[in-house]
């Protein structure tokens, strides 16, 4: 699938296999989308440019990597973002993070957005867009809408599952925004959940079913 990274990790499939029973606990559960969080951040940003500076080792003068211009964005789509988002703070501790907060217009089914907050420099910075699932897409495109609105133009997307209406629909709208997924799901069932899944993200997350 182009535009597609499954992330097919060892780790990461083993710690999404726990996610996915339905006996591991919430606690359980949100330890381990915090590194999965983590691993997905490893890949999602394995090509970063990087520039050779000079610097002094208690031995020698080195020509030594760096990144290159001002560091990252974390987007996190709230609630279930958040999950993922400490993780990727573990490994990437310089990042500015940006909360999109939507929900589902229950008559419109529309997308409406609650809260926005990002770095005003967001368009010097790639962005990163974190929503552990892909369900229908709609959220994630919504918030990718957004995120432009607001200025950014380097955009990628994180997620831990993906169904693949969610991934369609989601190319069809933003075809120059690359999608990492630890799995591509089935397909999505009548109520919008991805099958076989995990159940709801934000809820497992936070024990609140
Ligand atoms: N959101 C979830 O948390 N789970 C799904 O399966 C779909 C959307």
Request: glycine share 8%; hydrophobic share 45%; aromatic share 6%.
């Amino acid at each position: 699938m182009q535009g597609v990274t499954v992330v097919d990790h060892p780790l990461v499939q083993h710690k999404l296999t726990l996610m996915r029973k339905k006996d591991t606990s919430t606690r359980t559960f949100r330890q381990l989308l915090k590194e999965i969080g983590a691993l997905l951040c490893y890949e999602v940003t394995r090509d970063l440019p990087l520039e050779l500076i000079e610097i002094e080792t208690p031995l020698a003068t080195m020509q030594a990597p760096q990144l290159v211009g001002k560091k990252l964005v974390f987007a996190a789509i709230l609630r279930s973002g958040m999950g993922m988002l400490e993780g990727m703070l573990d490994l990437a501790p310089a990042a500015r993070v940006a909360h999109v907060g939507l929900y589902r217009d229950p008559v419109t089914l529309n997308c409406v957005e609650y809260y926005f907050k990002a770095p005003l420099d967001i368009a010097e910075r790639t962005v990163i867009v974190i929503d552990p699932m892909l369900a229908t897409g709609n959220t994630a495109i919504a918030a990718v809408d957004r995120l432009k609105e607001a200025g950014a133009r380097s955009i990628r997307m994180a997620c831990l599952l993906a169904s693949p209406e969610g991934i369609s629909k989601f190319q069809g709208h933003h075809p120059g925004v690359p999608l990492w997924t630890a799995a591509v799901d089935e397909r999505l069932n009548d109520h919008g959940y991805i099958l076989p899944g995990l159940g709801d993200a934000g809820d497992r997350m936070y024990g609140t079913r």
